[in-house]
């Protein structure tokens, strides 16, 4: 009873912030994200009668809590009671806004899921997905992901709305800090709404999901670049009047915010967008890869440049 899968993390254009139900991770609002060819989590899950006692090797540390909980989720959906060994490795820096935690997840339960001998649905593994981390649910499909709020754990799942190869864009990530953020995303979301600007917010969202939706689909890139920026900075001023307030942002993340609308106006279109950390992500089409990577490479500060083109959603790895 033992299997492997590889999941992406990915890049919400439209941010979720906020939960209806903690325990069963259902957001305040939808949200609308794109898998990434190049930020990846490979799981293997084993059980089996000879282990005693859960074990969780994450990047080669000794870890257990929310890993334990999910797989406790598998065993009662499998009706078994065996302990498992998980081993888990990112390809990429963790807690430092580039979500690790989706991809992670996402793996986690596809790989359990199989080693347990469950058959689930996509739809099915990305209900399972959610409970563990809220954005893992949009790392199960591929490509351009939608995210249904729901009132229900039944009705919050995510569904691909465009193939990976829709559209020619890309996400150029600049590692600015390797350290972990000193505050996790799930306290962040306790938060949300004792910042004042929270319901008028949650009014919007519903009216931008469907708009960037049709940019995506008319793969109008000025405007898709134009409002995912914008969203990242909402997203963020609401962290910054939440009490207490949170900033995730270092001296690096902000230099990069600056210069793209200097990189703009030189004639170069790309955006940023800034999850939950302080990592940016550079939103380009693909015949521009190049360039942005290259104007990154001239700021020492960046420690790291990973391109993403849209991505696979998890998988099995057959062996």
Request: with cysteine; proline share 4%.
């Amino acid at each position: 009873m033992k299997a492997t899968a590889i999941a992406p993390s990915n890049i919400a254009f439209t941010k979720y912030w906020g939960k209806k139900d903690e325990v069963l991770r259902l957001p305040e609002n939808g949200s609308i994200s794109m898998c990434l060819s190049n930020l990846l989590t490979t799981t293997t899950v084993e059980f089996s009668p000879d282990f005693k006692k859960d074990e969780i090797i994450i990047n080669g540390v000794d870890e257990a809590g929310r890993a334990i909980e999910h797989l406790d989720r598998v065993r009662k959906l499998a009706n078994i009671d065996l302990k498992a060994k998980v081993v888990s490795n990112n390809n990429f820096p963790s807690g430092t806004g580039l979500s690790s935690s989706a991809s992670g997840f996402a793996a986690l339960t596809l790989a359990a899921a199989k080693a347990a001998g469950l058959n689930l649905s996509e739809k099915d593994l990305s209900i399972l997905a959610r409970q563990g981390a809220g954005s893992a649910c949009r790392s199960i499909p591929s490509g351009f992901v939608e995210w249904l709020d729901g009132d229900t754990s039944d009705t919050s799942f995510a569904v691909q709305i465009f193939p990976p190869d829709y559209w020619a864009i890309a996400d150029v990530v600049a590692v600015v800090s390797e350290g972990k953020k000193e505050v996790p995303t799930s306290a962040g979301h306790a938060l949300a709404q004792s910042s004042p600007f929270m319901p008028v917010r949650l009014g919007r969202m519903k009216g931008k999901n469907d708009l960037v939706k049709r940019l995506i689909k008319e793969k109008n890139f000025k405007e898709f670049g134009e409002l995912t920026e914008a969203e990242a900075l909402e997203l963020h001023s609401i962290m910054l009047t939440q009490k207490p307030h949170l900033i995730y942002w270092t001296t690096g993340t902000l230099q990069i915010m600056k210069l793209v609308s200097h990189w703009r106006a030189g004639g170069l279109p790309v955006y940023f967008t800034v999850n939950t950390g302080q990592d940016i992500h550079l939103i380009c089409e693909q015949e521009n890869i190049d360039k942005v990577r290259a104007k990154l490479k001239e700021l020492d500060f960046v420690k790291d440049i990973i391109v993403n083109t849209p991505g696979e959603g998890a998988r099995l790895v057959v062996k």
